[in-house]
């Protein structure tokens, strides 16, 4: 009695026996497949190549979307190596605050920005950026383990942003020392009128190092 073999055995005797096609090469043009890009049978060979060009198709889209992230990568790089430029140009430490967020605003083209330093030296005590903020809005620093980026959902910090009411999304990065789990001495937020400017699906890796780059630069300001 002849034993029916099943699909598995097939494969695994083909896969045992790869010259099995040389042996048999007619069968290469013999055998017919149903071809789901062509809407007919085609030979083993001509389904192999459909195959093989699929395959490469799939990894053209993989590698130029690569290539798309690195160009962007680069380009973030570009900008915070110019912000990081605007912050080492400036001399006086007392402009610092306006340095941080005008430069972000020219570097990386954000709409608007800016910032609030808790416990400052009692000669900046005056300053804009030294107004008084809740202690819900410094509890709210105290909480941000990574910068929030995202929907706009009435923060009290984006409504210390010029023409707060028309920012949709937002990017909020607590100040601390670098390494540092402490408490926040600080926010720094950044606004859009864009609700796709700033999406909770983006990656925050470049919105750390501006946060650590910010706080190494305010902290002489500081109490």
Not at 10 to 35: C, I, K, M, W
Not at 166 to 178: D, E, H, N, Q
Not at 184 to 205: K, Q
Not at 208 to 215: C, D, F, L, W, Y
Request: charged letters at 20%; aromatic letters at 8%.
């Amino acid at each position: 009695m002849t034993a029916i073999l099943d699909s598995a055995a097939v494969a695994q005797y083909l896969t045992d026996h790869p010259h099995f096609f040389e042996e048999h090469a007619n069968l290469l043009g013999d055998v017919r497949l149903s071809s789901p890009l062509m809407g007919r049978a085609v030979s083993l060979q001509e389904r192999q190549m459909e195959v093989m060009r699929e395959k490469y198709k799939v990894l053209e889209l993989r590698l130029a979307e690569l290539n798309r992230h690195a160009v962007e990568n680069q380009g973030i790089a570009n900008r915070f190596h110019s912000w990081n430029q605007s912050l080492l140009r400036e001399r006086d430490v007392a402009a610092m605050p306006r340095a941080v967020t005008e430069g972000l605003k020219a570097s990386f083209n954000v709409p608007a920005a800016t910032l609030r330093l808790f416990n400052v030296a009692p000669a900046a005590a005056g300053e804009w950026y030294a107004a008084g903020v809740s202690e819900d809005a410094r509890l709210f620093a105290n909480s941000l383990a990574a910068p929030y980026c995202g929907s706009n959902n009435d923060f009290e910090a984006v409504r210390w942003l010029d023409d707060a009411p028309s920012i949709k999304s937002a990017v909020i990065v607590a100040l601390r020392a670098p390494g540092s789990k402490g408490p926040a001495f600080g926010l720094l937020i950044m606004g859009s009128p864009d609700p796709e400017r700033f999406t909770s699906l983006m990656a925050t890796d470049f919105l750390v190092h501006i946060g650590e780059t910010a706080s190494v630069a305010l902290a002489p300001l500081l109490a």
